[in-house]
């Protein structure tokens, strides 16, 4: 396993790096568009959006559109010049 990043040092696994690294681009998705660009496995898709969310790199939002469905997206840190400590938005 391998950290997704140094400032926190987070630990998981390959296939939530990969779906992290997806989501790295700012657009949020749902669980079927994530599987459909991954290409891994739905269940392994579930276990990694778990270990990202319980590590709070993701959040999931409510669709308006579909209420079926959850929206997941990475979660933007904002650092603060004054405080100089990392903030979840």
């Given at each position: ?11 998981l ?46 959040i ?30």
């Open positions: 396993m391998r950290p997704v990043n140094a400032v926190n040092n987070i630990h696994p390959p296939s939530a790096v990969a779906v992290y690294n997806l989501l790295k681009d700012g657009q949020p998705r749902t669980f079927k568009e994530i599987s459909k660009t991954a290409e891994i496995a739905p269940r392994t898709i579930r276990y990694a959006l778990k270990k990202l969310k319980d590590n709070g790199l993701i999931e939002k409510f669709n308006f559109h579909d209420a079926r469905q959850i929206i997941y997206q990475i979660r933007e840190t904002v650092v603060s010049e004054d405080i100089s400590t990392v903030m979840a938005l």
